[in-house]
Each structure stands twice: as structure tokens, then as C-alpha cells.
């Protein structure tokens, strides 16, 4: 595989490719001052590292007033990583370079309770037809990551009775691709790797903030100094069912009130219905006469025209994603939070009703810094996340082998 390219590194040289990956193209210095080595130092190891063709220089930096820095970063010719991120309702597979650089991509709508049989053959097809449109072959990739929209038991990578998609319950998703590669396969749930995404993106410069996802269901993604947590068992930031009306309708998981039931797509879906039916909207009614059904796209459309039935819905939601959120932030005070799903279609009215929510039921010592806004990676946070877990697990399992003779599993964010 093209990851053993690495595994004969020494700790040393472990730790210069991840804070290089981490940085998004580095120079010499930023790297000596991240690593605390000496220049020379610092220097000698990327050198041997150009030498045996896991680093490549790739262009100046801006000057500082002296001479140009050369950028780093991993070298192209390691191979490709794949990034699948599944939701319930759509799904997107890119394949990217090292440096997450994406070089063919596909999305499509799908609906995860058919199975993991119909979907992970449409997704093993897809990766195939994604690596001949880049004339690349299966040995030349990396590891593959991917997010699944339930909780899922990480060192297996089996989803654990995800509420959404009762039937992945413990299939393997590791072994069906494993059929097709050879590479390692690693799997998340969806959140945790938009929170990846993100914290890829901010190059691990926010050290504690939150990634709450509204779509189908409510999830939520914790980087907790600097590092992606998870939980004992995998379930952590499964935010969703967390009550906020102890007489609302009942949840498919079961209990009433729970947020996910009153406050998702297919909750405001539901109440544009209802406000349709009740002659509330004209806009909503005429909606719904056309198609049979209606979306949170149309609430949103609607919403955008000033119609008072689809703003008196969204802030509904968004006031009630800001109540549970507000117990969330009193407990684990983030310095961000980040909202991403197909709610962010909903634009500005949504947020503000969640920040006004979280602001007037919060502590003060705990919104004191806070932000509250829409993920700037938006839909593409977990496809990235996807393409990141491959990379930094790849890399952090190396320094396993070659720290200590095992490949046991390490967690995300490995780096020191």
C-alpha cells in the first residue's frame, strides 16, 4: 500500500509530515517553531524528507521582509486519499490529494434505510469511477474515511443502533470495501468529521468548539482540546435527543419532547405542512397543491419572499435548537460554534434565533466570547473531515507500528 512509503519513519519524522499536513503548507521556520527544533534541525529533516519523496516544495511564501520561504507539503506522489460522507437523505465522495487538494468529486440524494447493501455498492461503484476519472488505480490510495450519519464504535468502525438506520447496526463497512481495497478504511460518524473538516481548516487553532449539524436528524461534533472527542463508547454529541418539551411528539427513538423530533427537517417540514393545511401560508398552500409534499427548502424559499407562516417556523426551530444548545454551552463552554446541514439554506433568521436563544438562557461567563455561525465549509465540512481521518489515521498508526511494534488503533488528532 502507498502508506508504507512512511511506515519505516522514525517518531521524529512522524511528526514533521503531520504538523506539515496539519499546517496547510508550512515553511521551514513555521515548522521549527511548531516543532520547538532548531532551525538546522529542522532543516536537515525536511531535507531527507524531500530526498525520499514524502515531502514536495511547492511555490514562495510571502516575503517578511527577507528572503522568500519555500512551502511544504506532503508529496503527490504518495498516493490519493478517498472521503465518503453519507447523511440520510444525500451523500458525497471525493477523491483528494494529501493535502485534501479535491480532485474529482460526485454527489448525489440517497436514502440510507435502504441498507448498507444497496448504498456500499453505489459507493464502492462511485469510488471506482471517481479513480479512473483521475487515471489512478485502486493500489494508489492511501486509506479511505468515511462518515455515517449514527453513532458508530470507532476502533471497529460499526455503527451502534444508529436510530436513523436501524439496519447498518453492526454490518461492517470496513470489511465490504476492504473487498475492493486494500487500503484501510476508516469510519466515523458525520459530524465528528465535519468537526475534523472544520478544525482542518482553522489548522487546529481553535482548540474547543462545537459543530451542531441540522438535517434529518441533530447531531453534534466536540473538538475538546484540540482533538476530537468521542466518548467510551462513540455516542458523544448525539445531541438530538435531548428534550426540550417534556409533552412534545413522540421521537423515533422512543422518548417525547426530544429536539430532533420538534426542531429537524422533517419537523419543519411537517409544521409547513400544517400551516399549508390551516390556510396560514398561500405561498406554502400553493406549495403543496403542485408537489404533494414539502420541504424545508420550500420554507426557506418561502421565507426568502417575507411569508410570516415560514418565518414563525424557522425561528421556532432555531429558538429550540438554541435551548438544548445552551445547556451544551453552560456545560462545555466552547469559545465557537459552528452550524452546518440543510438548515443553512434557511440564511440569516435561523441563526439569529439560535443566538438569541442560546445568549438569553446560557450564562453569561459562558457566551462572553462566544460565536455562533454557519460552518464555513457548509456541505463540503464532511466530505474533508472524511479525507482527513484517512490521512491523520494513517499517519498516527505509523507512529504506533514504529513507536511500540502495534498497529492498536489511536485516536484523531494523534499530533502533539
Not at 520561504?69 to 471525493?94: F, P, W
Request: charged share 15%.
Amino acid at each position: 500500500m502507498p502508506s508504507t512509503r512512511w511506515s519505516h519513519c522514525g517518531t521524529e519524522d512522524l511528526s514533521v509530515l503531520q504538523t506539515i499536513f496539519w499546517s496547510a503548507g508550512a515553511s521551514r521556520n513555521a515548522l521549527a517553531q511548531r516543532l520547538a527544533y532548531s532551525k538546522s534541525k529542522a532543516n536537515a529533516m525536511v531535507a531527507a524528507l524531500l530526498d525520499e519523496g514524502l515531502l514536495d516544495e511547492v511555490g514562495l511564501q510571502e516575503s517578511s521582509g527577507g528572503r522568500r520561504a519555500e512551502t511544504l507539503r506532503l508529496s503527490e506522489t504518495l498516493g490519493v486519499v478517498i472521503g465518503a460522507d453519507l447523511g440520510a437523505t444525500s451523500m458525497q465522495i471525493a477523491v483528494m490529494r494529501p493535502d485534501m487538494t479535491v480532485l474529482a468529486r460526485h454527489r448525489e440524494p440517497i436514502d440510507v434505510r435502504q441498507g448498507p447493501g444497496v448504498i456500499l455498492a453505489r459507493v464502492r461503484g462511485l469510488m471506482r469511477e471517481l479513480l479512473a476519472r483521475c487515471g489512478l488505480a485502486a493500489h494508489q490510495v492511501i486509506a479511505i474515511g468515511m462518515g455515517v450519519p449514527g453513532p458508530v464504535d470507532f476502533e471497529s468502525g460499526q455503527l451502534v443502533n444508529p436510530p436513523l438506520m436501524p439496519d447498518w447496526d453492526g454490518f461492517s463497512i470496513r470489511d465490504y470495501l476492504r473487498e475492493a481495497f486494500a487500503a484501510p478504511v476508516f469510519v466515523d460518524n458525520d459530524v465528528n468529521l465535519m468537526a475534523l473538516g472544520e478544525m482542518y481548516r482553522l489548522q487546529r487553532n481553535l482548540p474547543n468548539f462545537l459543530v451542531i449539524k441540522v438535517g434529518t436528524g441533530i447531531g453534534c461534533g466536540i473538538v475538546c482540546h484540540g482533538q476530537v472527542y468521542r466518548g467510551a463508547n462513540g455516542s458523544a454529541g448525539d445531541v438530538g435527543h435531548i428534550c426540550v418539551d417534556q409533552h412534545g411528539p413522540r421521537c423515533h427513538c422512543g422518548n417525547q419532547g426530544c429536539v430532533e423530533a420538534m426542531a429537524a427537517a422533517p419537523a419543519m417540514a411537517r409544521m409547513a405542512m400544517e400551516a399549508a393545511q390551516r390556510g396560514e401560508s398561500a405561498l406554502l398552500a400553493e406549495r403543496l397543491q403542485s408537489t404533494g409534499t414539502l420541504t424545508i427548502e420550500d420554507v426557506a424559499q418561502a421565507s426568502r419572499t417575507g411569508d410570516v407562516a415560514a418565518n414563525a417556523i424557522i425561528q421556532r426551530a432555531g429558538s429550540l435548537v438554541g435551548q438544548m444548545l445552551a445547556s451544551i454551552v453552560n456545560f462545555f463552554n466552547p469559545s465557537h460554534v459552528f452550524i452546518a446541514g440543510r438548515v443553512t439554506d434557511m440564511g440569516p433568521l435561523f441563526l439569529a434565533s439560535v443566538r438569541q436563544s442560546v445568549y438569553h438562557r446560557s450564562l453569561a461567563l459562558s457566551t462572553r466570547h462566544l460565536e455562533i455561525q454557519y460552518a464555513p465549509l457548509a456541505d463540503d465540512a464532511g466530505v474533508v473531515g472524511a479525507g482527513v481521518l484517512a490521512m491523520q489515521e494513517s499517519l498516527s498508526r505509523a507512529g504506533s507500528i514504529s513507536g511500540s511494534g502495534s498497529a492498536a488503533g489511536v485516536g484523531v488528532g494523534a499530533v502533539r
